[in-house]
């Protein structure tokens, strides 16, 4: 039986539409691992680099090097699961 899935209410979908945005600096439409280390400093400063690359390869999960949009919001469903 697959894992049961929170589903993302229209209005959590546009505020992590907002975020991710937010973290792609550079408008690509996707987020890099210097994007999402940038955006991790401010949040954690102390974030090693290891954690960050950690992060990145858990969300990046046809592991073509970037974060689309749709990874983006599977890997938030997981952490509200989770929490």
């Known amino acids: ?3 049961k899935t929170q589903s993302i209410r229209p209005n959590e979908l546009a505020i992590i539409r907002q975020v991710f945005d937010n973290i792609d600096t ?13 955006a991790m400093k401010q949040i954690v400063p102390d974030a090693t680099d290891e954690e960050i690359d950690e992060i990145f390869a858990q969300t ?4 073509n090097g970037t974060i689309e949009f749709e990874e983006f919001v599977k890997i938030i469903q997981t952490w509200l699961e989770d929490a």
Do not use: K
């Not at 690509?28 to 994007?35: Q, R």
């Not at 990046?60 to 592991?63: A, E, G, N, T, W």
């Open 1 to 3: 039986m697959p894992p």
């Open 26 to 38: 550079d408008n690509s439409g996707t987020i890099e691992v210097a994007e999402l280390a940038a």
């Open 60 to 63: 990046d999960l046809d592991r």
